[in-house]
């Protein structure tokens, strides 16, 4: 019963306040993330850690340039993570995973025609459609990081307002696999600058959100 405690504690924070999130914390949060169950476990993603400081005001200045109501969680935040998933299943990444999944579970090395059967399935699916899958799968991870934080009273606010391309320049990605999905600033909140802290959470009601079929 904790989880639902305390995920009706969290809310998406508008203000931090520039507080460090210690170093165990972010640990764990990133742990859970990396623990997210993923498709085939492939985990087609992966996530970039940025601290307070410098490297946060250029990322408002040029990755969120154009999204002036995320700046705040930006300037707030202690820590900013970015998930980056694959653009595309390839022979070579699919390959890679699930020789290194065989070998770390001491199994003789069969996975050729596993692979091939996957990439049968997305390659006849195309591009787009695997560049999206690859994306929900980071999603899984993001989810259960954001929970992670609420777990531990940390505050942590999903937000997708920024520039893809602009953040892939700051990553470093180039022609690389990955490309930029979402943020999640974490951090603590501003409880008196913060206009959303005190409002009463509202969500669809249960008779509405969940229809069961017998």
């Known amino acids: 019963m904790a989880l639902l405690s305390d995920l009706q504690w969290r809310y998406a924070t508008k203000h931090m306040n520039k507080g460090t999130v210690p170093q165990e914390k972010v640990d764990y949060i990133l742990e859970v993330a990396r623990a997210a169950p993923s498709s085939s476990g492939l985990q087609p993603y992966k996530i970039f850690v940025i601290r307070n400081g410098s490297a946060l005001q250029r990322l408002k200045e040029e990755v969120f340039q154009d999204y002036p109501f995320n700046h705040q969680q930006i300037e707030g935040c202690s820590h900013l993570l970015v998930w980056a998933a694959w653009d595309k299943y390839s022979e070579e990444r699919v390959g890679r995973v699930l020789r290194e999944t065989t070998a770390a579970r001491g199994l003789p090395d069969s996975s050729e025609p596993y692979k091939q059967r996957l990439l049968n399935l997305y390659e006849s699916r195309g591009k787009q459609w695997q560049e999206n899958h690859c994306a929900k799968q ?5 989810g259960l990081a954001i929970a992670a934080a609420a777990e531990l009273r940390v505050d942590a606010t999903p937000m997708e307002g920024f520039d893809n391309t602009k953040m892939d ?3 470093g990605l180039g022609d690389s696999a990955f490309k930029s999905v979402v943020v999640l600033p974490i951090g603590y909140r501003d409880e008196p600058s913060d206009w959303l802290v005190g ?8 008779e509405e959100f969940i229809t069961a079929i017998d």
């Open 169 to 171: 320049e700051f990553l």
């Open 138 to 142: 980071a999603y899984l991870s993001f």
């Open 199 to 206: 409002l009463k959470k509202w969500r669809t009601a249960k």
